[in-house]
């Protein structure tokens, strides 16, 4: 069955950074997009970053451009999200997605911005 996988979160100081990866299963990876959102308490899901098949398109959401980087290894069914320069208000679940015939998502992992 399909699977995401998320891992890395964890928590670190204002300025830090994280790595995340999310290992897909159970579909065949190297077709699909693959996105990373995240939800903070008491705000609603937004998407960080997503990135095509191939891994050769890539877009950001403005809040995260140019600190995170969101790439791809279709031979190890995995999706990174490489975040830096982290603030508080990165501080959320993050969780990886696939649209195949719905839409899927992974478990999540927390990340905490903290001093």
């Known amino acids: 069955q399909v699977q995401l996988v998320e891992s890395g979160g964890g928590l670190v100081q204002p300025g830090g950074s994280l790595r995340l990866s999310c290992v897909a299963s159970g579909f065949t990876f190297s077709r699909y997009a693959m996105r990373w959102y995240r939800q903070a308490p008491g705000k609603e899901r937004e998407l960080v970053a997503a990135i095509a098949s191939a891994g050769r398109v890539t877009s950001y959401a403005d809040s995260v451009k140019g600190r995170f980087t969101i790439s791809r290894d279709n031979a190890k069914n995995t999706v990174y999200l490489e975040m830096n320069s982290l603030k508080p208000e990165d501080t959320a679940v993050y969780y990886c997605?696939?649209?195949?015939?719905?839409?899927?998502w992974g478990q999540g992992t927390q990340v905490t911005v903290s001093s």
């Open positions: 997605s696939a649209n195949l015939e719905r839409v899927r």
